[in-house]
């Protein structure tokens, strides 16, 4: 029996949306993954001081979401903590509370073209698997890879244009771009448009957009 794969979805998911739930779904099947995790931050250590809606609320959209999805997941890990823990530091939790499983590290293109200030980056991306979940629009287009040192960019799969990894670069640490994806949908639109009153319907799953319509989120 092989060794079991799982996705960490690391964001802060406010609110989740369709491409979320898209780009998951599409991990899930392109990388055999037996499971795949949303990790809702407590709040990001590189956006203290935004306004970002309560974690109970977050993970309460991603739960629903996610409800009648087997291999999609949700979990507190970071919520459950009284600090804000780095991603290096969730990363290692998840590690021990999974020996043996070959753990893949999910983020944004948006969030990945920060990456080099982030807590321990070099070592994040030398020690775990990083899928880079890439989307429209110019910030992500191009060569998403030279804000990295060339040591960390001789890890690089471009995996762009639909193609699929091989079941040997799964096997150690790689750098794998994607845009399995390519819904042009953005949380921030999201809140503006719940803020001006237009319908987000299309947007997001059904069961997130009744829970904002219930709470009354990101109204004005």
């Known amino acids: 029996m092989g060794r079991e794969r799982i996705g960490i979805y690391g964001g802060t998911f406010d609110p989740m949306h369709i491409g979320h739930f898209r780009i998951a779904e599409a991990l899930v099947e392109a990388f055999s993954f037996d499971r795949l995790f949303f990790v809702p931050a407590h709040i990001p250590p590189h956006k203290r001081g935004a306004s970002i809606?309560?974690?109970?609320?977050?993970?309460?959209m991603l739960?629903?979401?996610?409800?009648?999805?087997?291999?999609?997941?949700v979990s507190a890990i970071e919520l459950d903590l009284?600090?804000?823990?780095?991603?290096?530091?969730?990363?290692?939790?998840?590690?021990?509370?999974?020996?043996?499983?070959?753990?893949?590290?999910?983020?944004?293109?948006d969030s990945f073209a920060e990456i080099d200030i982030w807590r321990e980056y070099e070592r994040l991306l030398t020690?775990?698997?990083v899928i880079v979940a890439s989307r429209p629009g110019p910030t992500e287009a191009g060569d998403l890879t030279r804000h990295l040192p060339s040591e960390l960019r001789s890890r690089v799969i471009d995996l762009r244009g639909g193609k699929r990894p091989g079941t040997s670069e799964c096997e150690t640490p790689h750098i794998f771009l994607t845009d399995f994806v390519r819904e042009n949908v953005s949380a921030t639109g999201i809140r503006?448009?719940?803020s001006a009153g237009e319908?987000?319907?299309?947007?997001?799953p059904m069961p997130v957009a009744r829970y904002l319509a219930k709470?009354?989120?990101y109204r004005k």
Do not use: C, K, N, W
């Not at 780095?86 to 590690?95: F, K, Q």
């Open 53 to 60: 809606t309560a974690p109970h609320h977050r993970y309460a």
């Open 63 to 73: 739960a629903l979401a996610t409800e009648h999805s087997p291999r999609l997941l």
């Open 82 to 109: 009284p600090s804000q823990p780095y991603t290096i530091e969730t990363l290692g939790r998840l590690a021990a509370i999974h020996p043996g499983a070959d753990i893949f590290f999910i983020m944004g293109g």
């Open 127 to 129: 020690e775990y698997r």
């Open 192 to 194: 503006r448009a719940v």
């Open 199 to 204: 319908s987000i319907e299309d947007l997001v």
């Open 215 to 217: 709470y009354g989120l």
